[in-house]
């Protein structure tokens, strides 16, 4: 099945919804062969399902189509060891104010943090963003762009070009990243974009690993 077949049996299933639910997001991106954390939704006012689902430690934080910053709203719960404390931390959110539901996911190890990303651009149309994590975004605004669809090739290019790139490739003695698995995020995300059903992919933070990554925070916004 291509991407455009693959998105649209997404987008079937729901239709009407301009922001999809993270959590079905991430199962999306998962059945593309992308990785993200397992994980379970908690709707406000419904019994919670079994944690023993999924996998100790968990982070739970908080979904709504009025809240834009989690951390804004300390909507985020990290390193819940055992079922006493996720249900706890779950219960403790559900009061925050325009809280729709609760995601409770396996959390995911440290790694370096980078952000990909798609845009519709008024001149050019579809684009890809990436960019390292961290201050390099917030002070630095170390980030870059790319017309969609890439190339495998196109995507290692691309990862090239910030100015941190070198934190990706082992700098001062830490562990390269696996860029490898940074080129298949960055093309199946540029794939999906130069389908023109979407207006916007944020993938933030994805970890990066010697060995593979993990993307812990996803956003998609159809037209």
């Given at each position: 099945m291509n991407r455009l077949a693959e998105l649209c049996h997404f987008l079937k299933k729901h239709e009407g919804i301009r922001v999809l639910p993270e959590q079905a997001l991430k199962m999306f991106l998962r059945e593309m062969g992308l990785p993200a954390p397992q994980s379970l939704s908690l709707a406000v006012g419904v019994p919670f399902p079994d944690f023993t689902l999924l996998t100790y430690p968990l982070v739970a934080k908080v979904f709504s189509s009025k809240i834009s910053s989690k951390t804004d709203v300390g909507g985020i719960r990290l390193g819940l060891k055992d079922a006493s404390a996720a249900a706890a931390a779950c219960y403790d959110l559900m009061k925050i104010k325009d809280v729709e539901g609760v995601i409770l996911e396996e959390q995911a190890q440290p790694g370096t943090e980078v952000i990909v990303g798609g845009i519709v651009d008024p001149q050019f149309g579809p684009v890809v963003m990436f960019g390292?994590?961290?201050i390099f975004v917030e002070l630095f605004q170390d980030v870059v762009f790319a017309l969609a669809p890439l190339t495998r090739a196109d995507a290692f290019d691309l990862i090239k070009q910030p100015k941190g790139y070198r934190l990706l490739t082992g700098y001062r003695g830490a562990a390269s990243c696996d860029r490898g698995?940074?080129?298949?995020?960055?093309?199946?995300?540029?794939?999906?974009?130069a389908t023109g059903l979407l207006e916007e992919i944020?993938?933030?933070?994805?970890?990066?690993?010697?060995?593979g990554a993990m993307i812990l925070d996803a956003k998609m916004r159809v037209l």
């Amino acid at each position: 099945m291509n991407r455009l077949a693959e998105l649209c049996h997404f987008l079937k299933k729901h239709e009407g919804i301009r922001v999809l639910p993270e959590q079905a997001l991430k199962m999306f991106l998962r059945e593309m062969g992308l990785p993200a954390p397992q994980s379970l939704s908690l709707a406000v006012g419904v019994p919670f399902p079994d944690f023993t689902l999924l996998t100790y430690p968990l982070v739970a934080k908080v979904f709504s189509s009025k809240i834009s910053s989690k951390t804004d709203v300390g909507g985020i719960r990290l390193g819940l060891k055992d079922a006493s404390a996720a249900a706890a931390a779950c219960y403790d959110l559900m009061k925050i104010k325009d809280v729709e539901g609760v995601i409770l996911e396996e959390q995911a190890q440290p790694g370096t943090e980078v952000i990909v990303g798609g845009i519709v651009d008024p001149q050019f149309g579809p684009v890809v963003m990436f960019g390292l994590g961290g201050i390099f975004v917030e002070l630095f605004q170390d980030v870059v762009f790319a017309l969609a669809p890439l190339t495998r090739a196109d995507a290692f290019d691309l990862i090239k070009q910030p100015k941190g790139y070198r934190l990706l490739t082992g700098y001062r003695g830490a562990a390269s990243c696996d860029r490898g698995a940074l080129a298949d995020i960055l093309v199946t995300v540029s794939e999906l974009m130069a389908t023109g059903l979407l207006e916007e992919i944020d993938l933030n933070p994805v970890a990066l690993y010697p060995h593979g990554a993990m993307i812990l925070d996803a956003k998609m916004r159809v037209l």
